[in-house]
């Protein structure tokens, strides 16, 4: 099972920025799409973005596109979530999981995620 400790999270203004990071835990990230989703109070889960095994191919959910940019260091077992103008409406739980990068959609177990909270 595809274990990953996320990391960066906490309290930032309106246009502020984070990086967000996350680690896999005892398997090697290379052959697998891994993806940022994050869930709202009161809300249902969803898809932030997502990276292919390589790097090569990304996809964005329309309401982060321009704003964040997912990136991933293979040789370190890595992937990031670069965050950059934050809006309120960003605050959430922020989750690490493999993904199917087309569809932004969850394919693997949850962790506990890191809190990034956007407010003034």
């Known amino acids: 099972q595809l274990q990953f400790v996320e990391s960066g999270g906490g309290l930032v203004q309106p246009g502020g920025s984070l990086r967000l990071s996350c680690v896999a835990s005892?398997?090697?990230?290379?052959?697998?799409?891994i993806g940022w989703f994050r869930q709202a109070p009161r809300k249902e889960r969803e898809g932030v973005s997502c990276?292919?095994?390589?790097?090569?191919?990304?996809n964005y959910a329309d309401s982060v596109k321009g704003r964040f940019t997912i990136s991933r260091d293979n040789a370190k077992n890595m992937v990031y979530l670069q965050m950059n103008s934050l809006k309120p409406e960003d605050t959430a739980v922020y989750y690490c999981?493999?993904?199917?990068?087309?569809?932004?959609?969850?394919?693997?177990?949850w962790g506990q995620g890191t809190q990034v909270t956007v407010s003034s």
């Open positions: 999981v493999a993904c199917d990068l087309w569809e932004l959609a969850p394919l693997g177990s």
């Open positions: 005892g398997f090697s990230l290379d052959y697998y799409d």
């Open positions: 990276i292919k095994s390589n790097g090569g191919r990304t």
